[in-house]
Structures are given as structure tokens and as C-alpha cells.
């Protein structure tokens, strides 16, 4: 005669209803974080992705050598499409990775900004004989070089204008002002006023009201 099958009692059967769904809820839980892991490792990746170029992060600061020689030059861009009228301005684009197809005039100065301010004290400055501030702004640079398509693109960029020169110490609009008073009566301080006056319209100030 076979044995008869011991009955469990209550507080036997609850008890392994509760081991079965702690093991249960072990199993998802883990299951859980590893989807969690594998999406966040997708996102990061996909984030490294956007935030590279030609396998360099960005900013890339390797993108704005010879920038200075590229704005006194007024050199052309000849580069592969898209292409630019400027080569400064391939330069300053491909430096902060921006995607002329897909970014928005937003993301594309977002992106323009960072860059800028990640490199305005060392690659984005310039020396030259026909320039009397070493290592000075790339932007009072472009101007005493009488290159308005520089101007108005930094304004249009909306980048930094308030950056103060170690050397002069003196902003863009106090640089401006200082030349505009020595070549007084001339054609130059005609085209300086004029960078003045569209640089104060777009936010530049001078030392004193920063």
C-alpha cells in the first residue's frame, strides 16, 4: 500500500509561496538592471558617437590651426561639400562638430559656444607684426584686418564678445574705442565705429560694465 502524501500545513505552504516569489522576484529584478545597463551603455555610446568627429572629441581644437593665418588671408574655403565662402568658417564648424545637414541655427550656436569658450584663451587668439596685442582676441584681430564676414559671423554665432586680453587688458568694444580715438579723421576709424556699433547692438560691453 502506497504512503499517503503528508498534507503541508498553512505556515509550511505560505512558506514556500514566499521563497518561490523571492526567487521570482530575484530573477526579474536582475533581468531588470541588466536592460537598464545595456540601454544606458547604448545612450552613452550613442552620445559618444554625436559627440565625435573624424574619431576626435569634440570640441576639437586640432580643427582651428592656422586659423589666424586663415582670417588674415581672407582664405577661400575649397573644401569638400558643404561648402563655405570662408575657410575659417569650415574651420570654426568641423572645431565644434556641428552638422550643417541636421542642426538647428540653435544646437549649431550651442555647439559653436562651447566650443569658443573651451578654446578663446589659446587656439581662438592671434600674433602677428600687423597686431599689437599678443595673444590677443581672434575677434579684435579680424578687425584691425578689416574682415566684416568675420564680424558679423561671430555675432550671428553669438559667441563670447567680452573676452578680456591679458596683455591690455582691455575688452573687444575697450579695444575698438582705443583705436577709434587714435585714427580719428580716417578711413579706418570710419569702418571701427562701425564694428562698434553693430558689437554693442549684439551684447559686447566695455571692462567697466562687466
Same mark, same amino acid.
Given at each position: 500500500m502506497k504512503k499517503p502524501v503528508p498534507c503541508l500545513s498553512m505556515k509550511e505552504a505560505y512558506m514556500r509561496l514566499l521563497f518561490f516569489c523571492l526567487i521570482a522576484c530575484t530573477a526579474i529584478s536582475a533581468f531588470t538592471q541588466n536592460a537598464l545597463a545595456r540601454d544606458v551603455s547604448t545612450t552613452s555610446q550613442n552620445a559618444s558617437e554625436r559627440g565625435t568627429q573624424s574619431g576626435k572629441t569634440c570640441p576639437n581644437a586640432e580643427k582651428l590651426e592656422q586659423i589666424c593665418s586663415s582670417v588674415n588671408a581672407m582664405e577661400p574655403d575649397d573644401g569638400p561639400s558643404p561648402t563655405y565662402r570662408y575657410f575659417y568658417q569650415r574651420q570654426?564648424?568641423?572645431?565644434?562638430?556641428?552638422?550643417? @545637414?541636421?542642426?538647428?541655427?540653435?544646437?549649431?550656436?550651442?555647439? *559653436?559656444? /562651447?566650443?569658443?569658450? $573651451?578654446?578663446?584663451?589659446? !587656439? &581662438?587668439?592671434?600674433?602677428?607684426?600687423?597686431?599689437?596685442?599678443?595673444?590677443?582676441?581672434?575677434?579684435?584681430?579680424?578687425?584691425?584686418?578689416?574682415?566684416?564676414?568675420?564680424?558679423?559671423?561671430?555675432?550671428?554665432?553669438?559667441?563670447?564678445?567680452?573676452?578680456?586680453?591679458?596683455?591690455?587688458?582691455?575688452?573687444?568694444?575697450?579695444?575698438?574705442?582705443?583705436?577709434?580715438?587714435?585714427?580719428?579723421?580716417? @578711413?579706418?576709424?570710419?569702418?571701427?565705429?562701425?564694428?562698434?556699433? *553693430?558689437? /554693442?547692438?549684439?551684447? $559686447?560691453?566695455?571692462?567697466? !560694465? &562687466?
Open positions: 570654426v564648424m568641423e572645431a565644434a562638430c556641428v552638422d550643417s @545637414e541636421n542642426d538647428s541655427v540653435e544646437v549649431r550656436n550651442e555647439k *559653436i559656444g /562651447r566650443m569658443w569658450k $573651451a578654446f578663446e584663451n589659446k !587656439e &581662438l587668439v592671434c600674433n602677428s607684426l600687423q597686431f599689437d596685442v599678443p595673444n590677443g582676441n581672434i575677434i579684435k584681430y579680424a578687425a584691425m584686418m578689416n574682415f566684416d564676414t568675420f564680424i558679423r559671423d561671430v555675432i550671428r554665432w553669438n559667441v563670447n564678445l567680452n573676452k578680456v586680453d591679458a596683455f591690455d587688458g582691455r575688452t573687444l568694444l575697450d579695444y575698438l574705442s582705443f583705436h577709434i580715438e587714435r585714427t580719428k579723421g580716417g @578711413e579706418i576709424e570710419k569702418k571701427l565705429k562701425y564694428y562698434y556699433g *553693430i558689437l /554693442r547692438k549684439a551684447g $559686447a560691453k566695455h571692462k567697466s !560694465e &562687466l
